[in-house]
């Protein structure tokens, strides 16, 4: 009995010991965690954008023939369509993203007949509250980013433009305080090369360093 009895203050100095080991070590992880939280800027809203190209003829017309269709590689000046006696051609190489037109329509000068992309020029536009890291990020930044449609991989590249202005068609209301929550749009830049699976129109999320 008195061999059993030594034994338990020794056995509860363990338990204390590996308790207070155990806090120190979770202590020290959320303080790692807080510190690299505290290095980056979380924006959720992104998503991944090309600017458009509208494919238009000068001098207007009837509609006669098209010759491209949605999701089409098209190369430069490749004829798109035909709009009066005008045929229309691809400026650059690209992806045709928009063929709403109809045969025998009629076209102004300048309205475009098609839409197409460059996918040489993807960015990822984040979309930023303005008390949520705004005033932190500059052009040149580091960011990692993540696509949704390809899950637990992720990507790099650096912030390419800042608005300089608010999109002041997606204000946000805030009820609790009753003030505008204006959003701006930042583009960030990324080796598209190196990430042909990225698409126009994925959404994905951003962590920008602070750096």
């Known amino acids: 009995q008195e061999k059993v009895a030594s034994k338990k203050p020794s056995s509860r100095r363990s338990i204390m010991i590996l308790s207070a080991v155990f806090f120190a070590v979770a202590g020290g ?25 509208g494919l238009s003829s000068a001098s207007g017309g009837r509609l006669n023939a098209l010759y491209v269709k949605d999701g089409d590689m098209i190369n430069a000046n490749q004829p798109v369509a035909q ?18 037109s109809v045969i025998g329509a009629n076209f102004s000068p300048g309205q475009a007949v098609a839409t197409m992309i460059d996918p040489k020029g993807l960015r990822l536009d984040a979309q930023i509250d303005e008390d949520k890291g705004l005033s932190d990020v ?28 608010a999109r ?14 204006q959003e701006f749009d930042i583009k960030i830049r990324f080796d598209v090369s190196q990430y042909p699976e990225l698409k126009n129109g994925m959404s994905g999320k951003t962590w920008i360093y602070r750096d």
């Open 29 to 53: 992880v959320a303080l790692v965690y807080l510190w690299k939280a505290s290095e980056r800027i979380y924006v959720e809203k992104c998503q991944f954008e090309a600017d458009s190209i």
């Open 83 to 100: 709009v009066g006696n005008d045929i229309v051609k691809s400026k650059i190489a690209g992806v045709v993203i928009d063929v709403p």
């Open 138 to 165: 500059q052009v040149g930044q580091r960011v990692l980013f993540t696509a949704d449609a390809f899950p637990g991989k992720n990507y790099y590249g650096v912030v390419d433009s800042i608005s300089p202005t």
């Open 168 to 181: 002041v068609a997606d204000v946000v209301f805030n009820i609790s305080s009753q003030r505008q929550e």
